[in-house]
């Protein structure tokens, strides 16, 4: 089966600038915060609420995003590592976000400044955050492509991806002779019954000094069984059972072998353009105003499109974690099902809360 399009995401996780590197993934992140408060504050001059407000609903959220995130990581996905590793629940630059967790803490926060700082209902503000939260779920699977992370299963798509970065990272991580490792892509594909799988130049870096021989013998009898059979959690590039290792001729310490990359769905694009899409219609149901004005009704729609989307997408992605191996729905789909219930009840006692102008 010959696809129109392979694409390799190689393109890192930021950009060095020699002091600092600035994340993709962070940018993204904060940008869904900044295009959310000037959002929210058109929203708020037209309901003539006062824009110090804003600064204040600002904090409640960008806490609650974070630390609800963390822990619903932690308590959801990793409990069984973290209760034994406390100290590492703090490391959120490790990784380790789950956006359930953030939804159930916005709401939390959201009923505590509605109650301290606003005085209107939560629900009122539910129904107007949550159009600037669909725009920053868009944003966040942005970043999750940037990272490489967060993808779709094996198998070949319409736009089936290539992911070398997981795989670099984590040999360098775990081979200490290895200092740096790139990808070039030959043009060449094979094809087998099931997989077209592109066909790489995987070039190392080692640490100068070394013997060729021992060098290769490493290749050999360590990297590629790491790769093949131990690196289950990102196994994106896969080594021939029988593979000629090629050295510069120039540096005794640069060696090349070729490999077969993985092609997965792209499904943080398949994401990111769905919850854009649900941000579109929150927005215009919001300028219908006898619909705005039935609290509840945003948020409930929110909640089904969302999670409903989650639920369905979940099927084409890649498990998590380990604990996900073997279940029927996996956590985040399991995790998704109240909220769409909770989606229907609100939509459906809609009308019971209408506010009369």
Request: hydrophobic letters at 50%; charged letters at 20%; a negative charge.
């Amino acid at each position: 089966m010959h696809q129109l399009l392979t694409i390799t995401w190689d393109v890192g996780k930021g950009i060095d600038l020699g002091f600092f590197t600035l994340r993709f993934y962070s940018l993204l992140f904060a940008a869904g915060f900044v295009l959310g408060y000037f959002i929210m504050k058109r929203i708020f001059a037209r309901e003539g609420v006062a824009q110090e407000k804003l600064d204040t609903l600002v904090t409640y959220v960008v806490v609650a995003t974070i630390v609800g995130a963390r822990l619903g990581h932690v308590f959801f996905y990793q409990w069984d590592y973290y209760s034994k590793h406390w100290v590492d629940i703090f490391k959120i630059w490790e990784g380790g976000l789950a956006s359930h967790g953030a939804a159930v803490a916005i709401i939390i926060a959201i009923v505590i400044y509605c109650k301290r700082e606003l005085k209107k209902s939560s629900l009122w503000m539910l129904d107007r955050l949550v159009i600037t939260i669909a725009l920053a779920g868009a944003l966040i699977r942005m970043g999750n492509w940037f990272n490489s992370e967060i993808y779709g299963n094996m198998g070949n798509s319409p736009l089936q991806t290539v992911f070398p970065d997981p795989t670099r990272e984590s040999l360098l991580r775990n081979f200490d002779l290895i200092e740096g490792i790139a990808f070039e892509e030959t043009g060449e594909t094979l094809i087998t019954d099931s997989l077209d799988l592109p066909i790489y130049t995987m070039t190392f870096d080692f640490v100068q000094g070394e013997k060729r021989v021992e060098l290769e013998g490493l290749l050999i009898t360590s990297i590629s069984p790491y790769v093949n059979d131990f690196d289950k959690e990102n196994k994106n590039i896969l080594f021939p059972k029988d593979f000629l290792v090629s050295w510069e001729e120039s540096q005794e310490n640069i060696a090349s072998v070729q490999v077969l990359g993985i092609p997965r769905a792209p499904t943080q694009l398949y994401e990111a353009f769905g919850y854009f899409l649900i941000f579109l219609v929150l927005y215009r149901i919001y300028m219908v105003r006898r619909l705005a004005l039935s609290q509840g009704f945003i948020f409930g729609v929110f909640l089904i499109l969302v999670w409903g989307f989650r639920f369905a997408i979940e099927y084409t992605k890649e498990n998590q974690v380990a604990a996900e191996e073997g279940l029927t729905l996996n956590i985040g789909q399991m995790l998704s099902i109240p909220l769409v219930i909770a989606g229907i009840y609100f939509i459906g006692t809609a009308h019971k809360r209408r506010v009369h102008e």
